[in-house]
């Protein structure tokens, strides 16, 4: 099946700084690929997601690029602040129209003040 | 408008005992799908429903078990708990055909 190859497995940030989350695939075919914030105690979020038909997509400090032809798609988050710290999953969508999120194993960031 | 709701947040079972979990999907959502989530790692698919129906299964074994109602509540069902079954139970809804899943908040079960 699918595997999705998340690094780092943690980063720590002084505030202000910007993090970066690279994951990796090996499905061509996958064409939906969302991000996911977990805070302690609590279900993962939808933060950003790209559709395959597009290079980049930003959303106030969060912005993901896709490469298809590489297979990897990156989280960026500019200006990060204390309240960004939690844990970070990237997800792809597999198996065609009944398929399912398959999910990285996750990055802790850490956003120092 | 509720999103998805999980119930109970906790649960404590022993070894042997079978263990049954609850989901109300977010208004509007007719597919549920069920994650394994073990402390430190992502989550990992278990089954999804639609139309009362399972539709695909992650690689679980059958102990593992599953059923959605007409109004697209599921349940979650575990028989002869193991100590490896330690672990967030996610469910997560959508509308069949589009992206957008939202989580619930998880149930966490401690198998002792």
């Known amino acids: 099946g699918e595997n999705v190859e998340q690094h780092p497995s943690t980063l720590s940030v002084q505030e202000g700084d910007s993090a970066v989350i690279k994951c990796t695939y090996s499905?061509?075919?996958?064409?939906?690929f969302p991000w996911y914030k977990q805070e302690l105690g609590k279900g993962p979020q939808l933060i950003i997601d790209?559709?395959?038909?597009?290079g980049e997509k930003k959303d106030q400090r969060i912005a993901v690029t896709l490469n298809k032809t590489a297979k990897h798609f990156s989280l960026h988050i500019t200006e990060t602040q204390p309240e960004d710290s939690a844990v970070y999953f990237c997800?792809?969508?597999?198996?065609?129209?009944?398929?399912?999120?398959?999910f990285g194993k996750g990055t802790k960031l850490s956003v120092k003040p | 408008d509720a999103g998805v709701t999980q119930s109970p947040t906790h649960l404590i079972k022993t070894r042997g005992q079978q263990v049954t979990l609850r989901c109300s999907p977010k208004?509007?959502?007719?597919?549920v799908s069920w994650y394994q989530q073990a402390l430190g790692q992502g989550p990992q698919f278990i089954f999804q429903?639609?139309?009362?129906?399972?539709?695909q299964r992650g690689n679980f074994p059958d102990r593992f078990s599953g059923h959605q109602f007409p109004n697209y509540s599921s349940e979650l069902n575990v028989n002869a708990l193991l100590l490896g079954d330690s672990a967030l139970y996610l469910c997560?809804?959508?509308?069949?055909?589009?992206?957008?899943?939202?989580f619930g908040s998880g149930t966490r079960l401690t198998v002792v």
């Open positions: 997560a809804s959508s509308l069949q055909g589009s992206y957008g899943y939202t």
């Open positions: 499905d061509s075919a996958s064409n939906y």
């Open positions: 790209i559709r395959s038909n597009v």
């Open positions: 997800a792809l969508y597999y198996g065609g129209s009944q398929g399912n999120l398959i």
């Open positions: 208004s509007g959502h007719d597919t």
């Open positions: 429903y639609y139309e009362e129906e399972e539709r």
